[in-house]
């Protein structure tokens, strides 16, 4: 989805997944020996391109585009189907590399990916590359910091052998709509909410929530 930025340039919002975290469809609704959901096996039935029940982890591509006509490529989440999602979208969108990232939360269907963003940068044997801005919360640091270890330390321990891995700049944000970052020239605004939960039950009436840490508003910077 494609919008003229007020300057001049040109701007899109790629939508690489929309769907929950075992995406859809899922495996276990195709290979149980009961009768499969309705949608599933509709998502198998005509090329994921053409078919609106084929669904990757929720994730977002900004291609930021100002006046100068320069592009930066922001991602926001990197979940479990990103290899697919970089296959499928941005070979289609002809999307070359990836300028920044976007954690909402730690959850798989946000980080699991974090390993094939080597894929989206220059290749170095020697890791000798500048690192990819990504930015997230404390929490959110924290539990990448068990799963990714060998993403986050920054030198090899000695007697190890030097392995090609993504190359990353952590960046820690505030959970705070009053605090806002900039990414790749863009300048993003959290907004908190509650994760994990379909409804939260207070006072006895149920409050519906989202899937995410925080939710994001984006504004051009000036």
């Keep these: 989805m494609a919008?003229?930025?007020?300057?001049?340039g040109r701007s899109a919002l790629i939508f690489l997944g929309t769907g929950c975290s075992s995406a859809v469809?899922?495996?276990?609704?195709?290979?149980?020996?009961?009768?499969?959901?309705?949608?599933?096996?509709?998502?198998?039935?005509?090329?994921?391109?053409?078919?609106p029940n084929y669904r990757c982890n929720t994730s977002l591509l900004i291609d930021y585009c100002p006046s100068d006509g320069k592009h930066s490529y922001i991602l926001i989440d990197v979940g479990k189907t990103f290899r697919e999602q970089v296959i499928r979208w941005f070979t289609r969108y002809k999307i070359p590399r990836i300028d920044s990232i976007i954690l909402t939360h730690e959850?798989?269907?946000?980080?699991?990916?974090?390993d094939d963003i080597r894929a989206v940068q220059p290749y170095s044997p020697t890791n000798d590359i500048d690192p990819t801005p990504i930015y997230l919360t404390q929490y959110a640091m924290e539990s990448i910091a068990e799963k990714f270890s060998y993403l986050v330390k920054k030198k090899v321990e000695e007697g190890k052998e030097l392995r090609r891995v993504a190359q990353l700049d952590w960046r820690i944000?505030?959970?705070?709509?009053?605090?806002?970052?900039?990414?790749s020239g863009l300048q993003f605004i959290p907004l908190p909410v509650i994760l994990a939960r379909s409804f939260l039950v207070r006072h006895k009436y149920p409050i519906p929530c989202l899937s995410s840490s925080?939710?994001?508003l984006f504004l051009k910077c000036r």
Excluded: K, R, W, Y
Aim: charged content about 15%.
């Design 3 to 8: 919008a003229e930025d007020h300057n001049g």
């Design 25 to 51: 469809p899922n495996a276990m609704c195709l290979i149980q020996p009961s009768n499969p959901c309705d949608v599933c096996p509709q998502a198998l039935s005509t090329p994921p391109d053409q078919n």
């Design 107 to 114: 959850h798989a269907d946000a980080v699991l990916g974090l």
């Design 173 to 183: 944000i505030e959970e705070n709509c009053e605090t806002s970052f900039v990414a």
């Design 214 to 216: 925080f939710i994001l």
